[in-house]
Structures are given as structure tokens and as C-alpha cells.
């Protein structure tokens, strides 16, 4: 099976703009979850969308905002632009959201906000 | 809130030295646990996980073993290569309304030296 895919790999921003991520899941996976990997604050989950519904959501502003389609794949959007906001976001795949549920990554897209 | 505490990096071994990285655990009830490895320049890999107490998990060499009496799920490895060189996560599943959310340590870098 093919593993989790996002697109694109490498981003560079202004102030001020948005960004819109895409995550492919694994084929069958119906979860995916984005988390924010920076070296100050390490790894923070931002949301969880499970059938085209965000079930979850962590401690981000309304700038962070998200969505998935009925064939699974999922886009985060993040609107104006802050240099905080550099960062690898990682998107994560699993088949359900049970506690003993693994979650897969993908190889993440890397943005620099200048 | 549930948290997860890791041994400060850098740890620098020589190729075929023992490894063992320290993560002990907060949490409510009996989470799952995992290890995660990224590479540099990549995303995340599981590399091991554990569902309950006394579970052991095992990888590539690496083994963690649940334990829920010192709340801990400390990382080994016999024999270490200089591919194992990364960044190691240790990591929680946190229940959440609907399902669960990952969280981890904050990383420990392992070097190897040939």
C-alpha cells in the first residue's frame, strides 16, 4: 500500500498570505490528523477529521482551519501569515480513532514564513 | 493534563554500544504508547508500540516494554548502527471527545559514531 503523501513538500510565504496543505491518507484510512512540529514547542496536534468531519481540535487559532473529502484526503488552510507559523506540518493517517489505533505519517510539508 | 517526559539529548554513542532512552508517562487510565523515529528531513516512522501493561513492543532491533508500575516505556536497542542515527519520540494516545490524539516527548537526537 502506499504510504501517506503530502503535497507539497517545501513552501515559501509572506506575511500575511494563506497556505492551503494537502494530505492523501493510506487507501482505507477514513482518520487523518495534522500535527505542528516546531523546534520551540515540538509536535502539537492541530485536528482530527474523521468522514468529512473535524472531530477534534487543539489549541491553534481560527487562522488554522481544515477539511476532508469524501475520498478521505484532507487540506489545512492557514490564513495570514505569521513568521511563528514556520514550521513541518505533519499530516497522520489511521483506519479508525480508537486508543489502540497507530497513526502513520506522511513526510511533511515544510513552510517558511517570511 | 496527560504528558510525556523524555532523557535530554544529545545522546552520542560509538556502533555496538547499548542504547537505552528514558520516557516516562502522565496520563489517566491505560493509554497506548509508541516510539517514533524521524530521520532527517523526514517525516515520522513508528517504530515500536505497546496497548497495555507489560506489553512489549519490538522493532529493527529496538524493544520498549509498557510498564505501568513506574509509569514508564523506556527504549532499547543491543547493538546500535550509525543508521540509527535520528531523532527518537516518545508518544501517548490521549483520549479525546471523539477519539484520540497523539502526544509526545519532546524528542531525543541519538548520534553514532563508526
Known amino acids: 500500500k502506499a504510504g501517506v503523501t503530502q503535497t507539497p513538500r517545501y513552501l515559501i510565504k509572506t506575511r500575511g498570505q494563506q497556505v492551503t496543505l494537502s494530505c492523501s491518507p493510506i487507501s482505507g484510512h477514513r482518520s487523518v490528523s495534522w500535527y505542528q512540529q516546531t523546534p520551540g514547542q515540538g509536535l502539537q496536534f492541530l485536528f482530527e477529521?474523521?468522514?468529512?468531519?473535524?472531530?477534534n481540535k487543539g489549541n491553534f487559532p481560527g487562522r488554522f482551519s481544515g477539511r476532508q473529502f469524501s475520498n478521505s484526503r484532507s487540506e489545512m488552510n492557514v490564513s495570514t501569515l505569521e513568521l511563528g507559523d514556520s514550521a513541518l506540518y505533519l499530516c497522520?493517517?489511521?483506519?479508525?480513532?480508537?486508543?489502540?489505533?497507530?497513526?502513520?505519517f506522511g513526510p511533511g510539508t515544510r513552510l517558511l514564513v517570511l | 493534563g496527560n504528558s510525556v517526559t523524555q532523557m535530554e539529548g544529545p545522546v552520542t554513542l560509538s556502533e555496538e554500544a547499548f542504547l537505552t532512552i528514558n520516557c516516562t508517562y502522565t496520563?489517566?487510565?491505560?493509554?497506548?504508547l509508541f516510539w517514533y523515529v524521524q530521520y532527517p528531513g523526514e517525516g515520522l516512522q513508528l517504530l515500536l508500540k505497546?496497548?497495555?501493561?507489560?506489553d512489549k513492543g519490538s522493532n529493527k532491533g529496538f524493544e520498549a516494554t509498557y510498564r505501568k508500575e513506574t509509569t514508564s516505556f523506556h527504549l532499547e536497542k543491543g547493538s546500535v548502527q550509525v543508521s540509527d542515527s535520528a531523532v527518537y519520540f516518545c508518544?501517548?494516545?490521549?483520549?479525546?471527545?471523539?477519539?484520540?490524539?497523539?502526544?509526545f516527548g519532546a524528542g531525543t537526537i541519538l548520534r553514532v559514531k563508526s
Open positions: 508518544a501517548l494516545s490521549d483520549r479525546m471527545e471523539y477519539g484520540n490524539k497523539l502526544v
Open positions: 497522520a493517517s489511521s483506519y479508525g480513532t480508537g486508543g489502540q489505533e497507530t497513526q502513520y
Open positions: 505497546a496497548t497495555k501493561a507489560d
Open positions: 496520563a489517566t487510565g491505560y493509554p497506548s
Open positions: 477529521y474523521f468522514s468529512e468531519t473535524q472531530r
